[in-house]
């Protein structure tokens, strides 16, 4: 089992930024396959990015592309998304996922454990 608690959310002008965090517990850190994901009101659970467990593997939605920044370190246990020329659009709940397996995937339905989320809301 692993346990994931993100933190960093908040309400935020347009072209703001934030750092979102996500804790993980339970299993070795460094053997889990990690990603955001995000779901606005109304809509279904979105992918926003993941990183494999190195750190060498990246992969973004084409909609945070060259704003938003995945990162990990293992040593805390703790995966980061820095955002930044943040959007109206942006507004969602935002949610941290995990998974033991070695394929990569950009579908909520391969990850395992999931956080409570937290809400990042952008206002223009």
């Known amino acids: 089992q692993v346990q994931l608690v993100e933190s960093g959310g908040g309400s935020v002008q347009a072209g703001s930024s934030l750092r979102l965090s996500c804790v993980a517990s339970?299993?070795?850190?460094?053997?889990?396959?990690l990603a955001w994901f995000r779901q606005a009101p109304g809509k279904e659970r979105e992918f926003v990015a993941f990183?494999?467990?190195?750190?060498?593997?990246?992969y973004y939605a084409d909609s945070v592309k060259d704003r938003f920044t995945i990162s990990r370190d293992n040593a805390k246990s703790t995966v980061y998304l820095q955002m930044s020329g943040l959007k109206p659009a942006d507004t969602a709940t935002y949610y941290c996922?995990?998974?033991?397996?070695?394929?990569?995937?950009?579908?909520?339905?391969?990850?395992?454990?999931w956080g409570q989320g937290t809400q990042v809301t952008v206002s223009s």
């Open positions: 996922a995990a998974d033991d397996a070695r394929a990569y995937s950009t579908s909520p339905d391969a990850y395992d454990y």
């Open positions: 339970g299993e070795p850190f460094d053997m889990l396959l």
């Open positions: 990183i494999n467990w190195s750190g060498s593997g990246i």
